[in-house]
């Protein structure tokens, strides 16, 4: 009888909501699954590329440029300074990048050992502009011919290809193609994306202009002579520079126009390569008498020779 009351008052409690405290079994709690981590590489940051109107080279700077420094008198240092060892990554660029074909990583071609000599750095020999390039020519001579800087520029690198396949050091022509125009991130991408278990270091061969109205007008004939750029702040380039200089004057009887560089806009192609980078100016063919020496062979072999010279320093005693 005392169950059968129990359960009675018990059921009345429930149905007024006083019921007795039961046992109640725990449950864990139940948290929603973490999304998986994308399997992906974030995508690396779009190669340099030049901004619009960047000079390419001293022909395209004004006489009044005052970033330009001109190095004279200075001596080549000593020691490797501590501003950078290469050049040092050039800012990210904040327009769309332009859709490119990116170009698998070159390799240098196979060139036979000279036991004589045993190679120190990879010489990147860049030929400048293409025959696309628009300008860059001299007025038309008297005899109708006319200088092409695309044509002087690959001829000295190929004399300079030739006498470094014989001694035996190491280059890599950047450009073998001709009808290109600037083809200037092409031309940065290879040097920097090039495979080698040697130190690079790129070479630039041009010849230079003066101002002028147009190319089928001459430029003063005071502007003239040789100079060799390097990217501010280098002191591998600059040491570079300095070596390269002092042999084009002495091979060449050229005016000594020195070692020079920029502060601010400075060219791509030093700014943009990953390793010490210089850029000669080997005289001007918008120069009514200096276009009548670049045009002759032994002055072209001069010139040649005088890389060669320079090359060959900078291969036994380092930078």
């Known amino acids: 009888m005392k169950e059968f009351l129990q359960a009675l ?3 009345i409690a429930v149905i007024f909501g006083d019921g007795p405290a039961r046992p109640r079994r725990e449950r864990p709690l139940e948290l929603p699954e973490a999304p998986a981590e994308p399997e992906t590489a974030p995508s690396p940051p779009p190669p340099p590329a030049p901004t619009e109107g960047e000079p390419q080279d001293a022909s395209e700077l004004g006489d009044d440029d005052l970033v330009i420094i001109d190095h004279e008198g200075e001596p080549p240092p000593e020691e490797d300074g501590a501003e950078f060892e290469d050049n040092p990554a050039p800012p990210p660029d904040d327009r769309d990048p332009e859709p490119e074909v990116e170009e698998p990583a070159p390799q240098p071609p196979e060139q036979p050992t000279n036991p004589t000599h045993k190679p120190r750095f990879m010489w990147c020999l860049d030929s400048g502009h293409g025959q696309l390039t628009p300008g860059k020519r001299s007025p038309i001579l008297a005899n109708g011919e006319r200088l092409f800087e695309y044509e002087f520029n690959r001829d000295i690198v190929e004399r300079i290809r030739e006498q470094l396949e014989a001694i035996g050091i190491r280059y890599f022509v950047v450009v073998p193609e001709v009808e290109v125009g600037n083809f200037l991130k092409q031309r940065v991408q290879r040097a920097n994306n090039l495979l080698s278990t040697l130190p690079k270091i790129f070479l630039s061969i041009h010849a230079n202009a003066g101002p002028a109205r147009s190319v089928n007008h001459w430029t003063a004939d005071s502007a003239r002579g040789i100079e060799t750029w390097h990217f501010y702040g280098s002191s591998k380039g600059k040491a570079a520079a300095n070596i390269f200089q002092r042999k084009l004057i002495a091979r060449t009887g050229f ?15 030093l700014r943009a390569t990953r390793m010490p980078a210089i850029l000669t100016e080997n005289g001007f063919y918008n120069n009514r008498f200096e276009v009548l020496q670049l045009i002759r062979d032994d002055v072209r072999q001069d010139i040649a020779d005088a890389h060669v010279e320079a090359i060959l320093e900078i291969e036994r005693n380092g930078l």
């Not at 005016?255 to 192609?269: A, D, M, T, Y």
């Open 9 to 11: 008052v018990d059921a």
């Open 255 to 269: 005016r000594n126009r020195h070692v020079r560089s920029r502060i601010e806009g400075q060219f791509f192609i």
